[in-house]
């Protein structure tokens, strides 16, 4: 039985959204060592986005997030190989959130938590 390759997707929300803010706060929290509330995780949303001052959002947050999603279950690589057969990761199930980063719109990551580097360049 040949293993399997997790498949991923990413969803992008805008974090000027109240909902989507509270959402990837309680991810963030989520994918984080505890302690490390949701509470925490929005206080360090608001400090590293900041907020809009002027125009359509002002008093929301920037950025936009990118939340990564498995779609099929399978083994998600997070490591370098060490040799055939080798490599270092974890199995990860359907709709399991497996990342999140929020982004400026230059590209900047503002923060992010669990295996965001696996859709921003990273290895």
């Known amino acids: 039985m040949a293993g399997y390759k997790a498949e991923t997707t990413v969803k ?3 974090m000027h959204d109240p ?11 989520a994918l984080t060592p505890q ?6 995780a929005a206080a360090d949303l608001e400090r590293t986005c900041g907020r809009f001052t002027r125009g359509a959002h002002a008093g929301g947050l920037r950025g936009w997030a990118s939340i990564l999603v498995c779609t099929r279950g399978g083994w998600v690589r ?6 055939p057969g080798e490599s270092q990761g974890y199995v990860a199930r359907p709709g399991q959130v497996l990342g ?17 580097h696996l859709m921003v360049g990273g290895r």
């Open 78 to 83: 997070t490591g370098q190989s060490y040799g």
């Open 35 to 40: 302690p490390y509330t949701v509470d925490d």
């Open 100 to 116: 999140v980063a929020v982004t400026a719109y230059d590209g900047q990551v503002y923060c992010g938590a669990g295996d965001y």
């Open 19 to 29: 909902v989507c803010a509270g959402k990837v706060a309680e991810h963030m929290a």
């Open 12 to 14: 992008r929300c805008p």
